[in-house]
């Protein structure tokens, strides 16, 4: 599969190098970067788009959803975003991923808002076909990371029963320079469990084939590319889906395992999400082997889940669950049904 059929972005050679320069001087010595992900829970505006199924997120729909829960919505997901990675050079993730999005002008609205104007976040998206209209994006902060390509890639599924076409979110693929070095990010948000985990997993391991494919044509460009690939993958990081991303295949001779990091912390235990009084940790950042030491430039350092004690419930049916924004037709004024996740990298020579 030829990589990025189409360029979104070129920009002239000089310039590259000029911008690079400066990224690099301006991200200075020793310092720390984090990169990020974070599903946050149906971010619908108010307004009835007659191409989707969003009527729950509207006035008269299910969630009597209005212009104040939005409002709402976007301070809540700002105050998250916000605390995520005081400690690091930049102060926010460089690099955040974003799942269940509805559109462009929402991203507009939570970069804008007063808690992230410091953060200066740029914003890459695209539609997708997804029945509910709800996309991926990702959130970079210019001052450190150039992107030169971006493209979506559809993820084709087929009604096991019925053979009709089935529409999901696209993953998104941005390859860019970070503190100098070229890297690629994907962003994903998998097929749901809907229907039972057994009966939906084929779904998800075409979304995992479909990553394959495109890490492997990374790798048949460069067998050290460094590749972040993100997302709500709705499996945890020993289910099938994800095994196949961590494990060598007999089709590819190009294609290099991915590195887990959320692995050990699903084996404890941890997660990101909670259902019916049990744990998953389907949000996850895996990284390809360029990223883990000896090898230079940027290394892995380690990764965690951002889950301070505000963003669980503190009462009722549902405490020290993720702190919901509704549930069952009920305005909670929480923040999401998912923890963010953050992967720490670092380049020891600076």
Same mark, same amino acid.
């Given at each position: 599969?030829?990589?990025?059929?189409?360029?979104?972005?070129?920009?002239?050679?000089?310039?590259?190098?000029?911008?690079?320069l400066l990224i690099s001087a301006n991200l200075g010595l020793g310092q720390v970067l984090e990169i990020g992900f974070y599903n946050v829970e149906n971010l619908f505006d108010a307004e009835d788009d007659t191409l989707t199924f969003d009527d729950d997120y509207t006035p008269k729909g299910r969630q009597r959803w209005t212009s104040r829960h939005v409002e709402q919505k976007i301070n809540q997901l700002a105050?998250?975003?916000?605390?995520?990675?005081?400690?690091?050079?930049?102060?926010?993730?460089?690099?955040?991923?974003?799942?269940?999005?509805?559109?462009?002008?929402?991203?507009?609205?939570?970069?804008?808002?007063?808690?992230?104007?410091?953060?200066?976040?740029?914003?890459?998206?695209?539609?997708?076909?997804?029945?509910?209209?709800?996309?991926?994006?990702?959130?970079?902060?210019?001052?450190?990371f150039l992107p030169t390509q971006f493209k979506k890639y559809p993820l084709f599924l087929k009604n096991p029963k019925t053979q009709n076409r089935l529409y999901t979110r696209d993953q998104l693929l941005v390859s860019g320079l970070?503190?100098?070095?070229?890297?690629?990010?994907?962003?994903?948000?998998?097929?749901?469990?809907?229907?039972?985990?057994? /009966?939906?997993? @084929? $779904?998800?391991?075409?979304?995992?084939?479909?990553?394959?494919?495109? #890490?492997? *044509? +990374?790798?048949?460009? =460069?067998?050290?590319?460094?590749?972040?690939?993100?997302?709500?993958?709705?499996?945890?990081?020993?289910?099938?889906?994800?095994?196949?991303?961590?494990?060598?295949?007999?089709?590819?001779? /190009?294609?290099? @395992? $991915?590195?887990?990091?959320?692995?050990?912390?699903?084996?404890?235990? #941890?997660? *990101? +999400?909670?259902?019916? =009084?049990?744990?998953?940790?389907?949000?996850?950042?895996?990284?390809?082997?360029?990223?883990?030491?000896?090898?230079?430039?940027?290394?892995?350092?380690?990764?965690?889940?951002?889950?301070?004690?505000?963003?669980?419930?503190?009462?009722?049916?549902?405490?020290?669950?993720?702190?919901?924004?509704?549930?069952?037709?009920?305005?909670?004024?929480?923040?999401?049904?998912?923890?963010?996740?953050?992967?720490?990298?670092?380049?020891?020579?600076?």
């Amino acid at each position: 599969m030829p990589f990025f059929a189409a360029t979104f972005l070129r920009l002239p050679l000089r310039l590259l190098v000029f911008l690079t320069l400066l990224i690099s001087a301006n991200l200075g010595l020793g310092q720390v970067l984090e990169i990020g992900f974070y599903n946050v829970e149906n971010l619908f505006d108010a307004e009835d788009d007659t191409l989707t199924f969003d009527d729950d997120y509207t006035p008269k729909g299910r969630q009597r959803w209005t212009s104040r829960h939005v409002e709402q919505k976007i301070n809540q997901l700002a105050q998250v975003i916000a605390a995520m990675a005081p400690h690091t050079s930049s102060g926010f993730p460089v690099l955040l991923g974003l799942a269940e999005v509805e559109n462009y002008l929402l991203l507009e609205q939570l970069t804008a808002h007063p808690l992230l104007r410091n953060a200066a976040y740029a914003i890459i998206h695209f539609d997708s076909p997804d029945p509910r209209g709800i996309d991926v994006a990702l959130l970079y902060q210019p001052d450190y990371f150039l992107p030169t390509q971006f493209k979506k890639y559809p993820l084709f599924l087929k009604n096991p029963k019925t053979q009709n076409r089935l529409y999901t979110r696209d993953q998104l693929l941005v390859s860019g320079l970070l503190d100098g070095e070229q890297i690629t990010v994907s962003v994903n948000h998998w097929p749901s469990r809907r229907g039972g985990q057994a /009966t939906s997993a @084929p $779904l998800r391991m075409t979304a995992a084939r479909l990553q394959q494919r495109l #890490m492997d *044509s +990374l790798y048949r460009i =460069d067998p050290l590319a460094k590749i972040v690939v993100m997302g709500d993958f709705n499996d945890n990081p020993d289910d099938q889906s994800l095994l196949l991303l961590q494990t060598h295949t007999a089709d590819s001779e /190009t294609f290099r @395992p $991915l590195t887990n990091p959320f692995l050990d912390k699903h084996k404890k235990g #941890m997660g *990101s +999400l909670a259902f019916r =009084d049990r744990w998953f940790l389907f949000d996850q950042v895996l990284i390809s082997p360029a990223w883990m030491p000896p090898n230079g430039g940027l290394q892995f350092k380690k990764a965690r889940i951002f889950n301070p004690h505000w963003l669980y419930t503190p009462s009722g049916r549902y405490k020290n669950y993720p702190y919901h924004t509704q549930k069952r037709g009920r305005f909670l004024r929480g923040y999401s049904d998912h923890f963010p996740v953050l992967l720490q990298v670092e380049n020891p020579k600076n």
